[in-house]
């Protein structure tokens, strides 16, 4: 059974920072993409960014180009999401997801989620 694992959500001012953590519990063999969604009150779930793990390639969406930073964690079986310059419009459940490859990752359909962890940007 693949769980992931996300931490590192809290309450943050407007401006700030922080830095999400995913950690894949049970090894999925084929999870070379990590990615991270969001789900904005009232929003649907959309792509934040995601990690093509053996190329080290990374994807950004627009919103996220420039202020997020989505990498390889210093085990083999995390991916970090650093946050900077926090808009209150960023306030959502931030998920990571696990899938065998970063195509039309945006779009979400990934076989393995984590539960989500909660960012408030006031």
């Known amino acids: 059974h693949v769980q992931l694992v996300e931490s590192g959500g809290e309450s943050v001012q407007e401006g700030g920072s922080l830095r999400l953590s995913c950690t894949v519990r049970?090894?999925?063999?084929?999870?070379?993409?990590m990615a991270w969604f969001r789900r904005r009150p009232g929003k649907e779930r959309e792509g934040v960014a995601a990690v093509y793990t053996p190329a080290s390639m990374t994807y950004y969406a627009a919103f996220a180009q420039g202020r997020f930073t989505i990498s390889q964690g210093p085990a083999k079986n995390t991916v970090i999401l650093e946050m900077t310059g926090l808009k209150v419009e960023d306030t959502a459940e931030y998920s990571c997801a696990a899938h065998t490859s970063c195509a039309s990752w945006y779009e979400g359909s990934f076989p393995y989620w984590g539960k989500g962890t909660q960012v408030t940007v006031s």
């Open positions: 049970q090894y999925y063999m084929n999870s070379n993409c």
